[in-house]
């Protein structure tokens, strides 16, 4: 078959612009990978929820703020999670001086049911000049708070914590005056890996704990736990204090309302000082289906139970991701969110 080619008897599709959902491919690398990270189910897929509420609309970017940016980005030809992950709050971040960059390439060694990164081995690759690459698309974009986000790389002695860190120096170098939010992989619970991070000069260490510990398992990859997300957290608080931490749930995978609120619990105690609430969108058929759509209303008083706990802030609602005006998160103002607006 043209453009196929045989590896252990799995047929892989050599051009990577061409496999679909699910599909296998060959990384120009030189490993392979799922495309979307889950592999294709055989038979009919699963029913979708029904059809989004209107609280799920996402309004067009807009803004100079967000034009300019755009322009740098198309210019220099810039990778940005924004625009990757067709995130529906670019237009707000990219006018507040906010973006997010994924490191350590697009490939993960993990198949989380709920992500749509492709999944694969990539056997130690990593590109030494990403540090410096990382660093210019700060000062091009002129970004005042930065989210660095990366894959999971457990082929990786030390899951690229060190690789993490030096992308933080050197933007930090050439961009003294930007934030630098850390969102990490748990680096299968490695506390020094973890410090490593913490000591690299960033100013908010992230991990998500994504879903309650019931749902941890399907949800989550098998190598990722509820407990470990909460030690790695808890080690990045008690190894520097000063460094905000942070963590993510996503809603409407089928939880209860006692389990978010045991989940938030769980977290205050281990120290983490913001947390992010939002509602969980199938990105394919293959992925795990939506459960209910939660409601800007609901929403609302989960963050107002989570601030009752003590967190700084809890920025909540459907169209909200880990990384949402994350500059804003210590103005206890929801991030310049208001879920009233939505509900109408």
């Known amino acids: 078959m043209s453009g196929m080619s045989e590896l252990k008897g799995i047929p892989i599709v050599a051009d990577m612009a061409r496999a679909r959902s699910g599909e296998k491919y060959l990384t120009p690398q030189g490993f392979t990978a799922v495309r979307d990270g889950i592999k294709a189910r055989s038979g009919s897929p699963p029913a979708p929820a029904g059809r989004k509420p209107p609280w799920l609309k996402a309004r067009a970017p807009t803004g100079a703020g967000y034009h300019a940016v755009r322009a740098l ?22 006018n507040a001086g906010t973006a997010t960059l994924m490191l350590m390439g697009a490939v993960c060694t993990r198949a989380c049911r709920f992500c749509a990164v492709d999944t694969g081995n ?41 690789h993490y860190a030096a992308c933080v120096r050197a933007i930090k170098h050439r961009n003294p005056h930007t934030a630098v939010e850390a969102l990490t992989p748990d680096f299968q619970g490695a506390l020094a890996d973890v410090a490593t991070v913490v000591d690299s ?108 706990l003590g967190f700084l802030e809890c920025v909540a609602g459907p169209l909200v991701r880990s990384s949402y005006r994350a500059e804003q998160a210590l103005d206890r103002n929801n991030a310049g969110l208001d879920n009233r607006k939505l509900a109408t």
Not at 73 to 94: D, F
Not at 127 to 153: C, F, G, N
Not at 269 to 290: E, F
Request: charged residues 25%; contains cysteine.
């Open 73 to 94: 980005v198309r210019e220099h030809r810039l990778a940005t999670v924004c625009e990757e992950a067709k995130c529906p709050n670019l237009g707000e971040c990219w």
């Open 122 to 162: 990539p056997h130690g690759w990593l590109d030494a000049h990403e540090p410096e690459h990382a660093a210019r698309t700060v000062e091009l974009m002129k970004l005042r708070y930065v989210v660095l986000t990366s894959v999971d790389r457990d082929d990786l002695p030390d899951g690229g914590a060190a």
């Open 201 to 308: 000069g960033i100013e908010v260490f992230a991990q998500n704990i994504e879903t309650v510990r019931r749902l941890t398992h399907p949800v989550r990859d098998p190598r990722a736990s509820y407990e470990q997300t909460l030690r790695v957290l808890a080690h990045a608080r008690q190894h520097r204090p000063a460094v905000l931490t942070k963590s993510s749930l996503m809603l409407g995978l089928g939880e209860r309302d006692e389990e978010i609120a045991a989940t938030l619990a769980d977290l205050r105690a281990a120290g983490v000082d913001i947390v992010t609430l939002g509602q969980y969108l199938r990105p394919t058929v293959n992925h795990l289906a939506v459960e209910r759509f939660v409601t800007p209303q609901e929403f609302d008083r989960y963050r107002e139970q989570a601030l009752a």
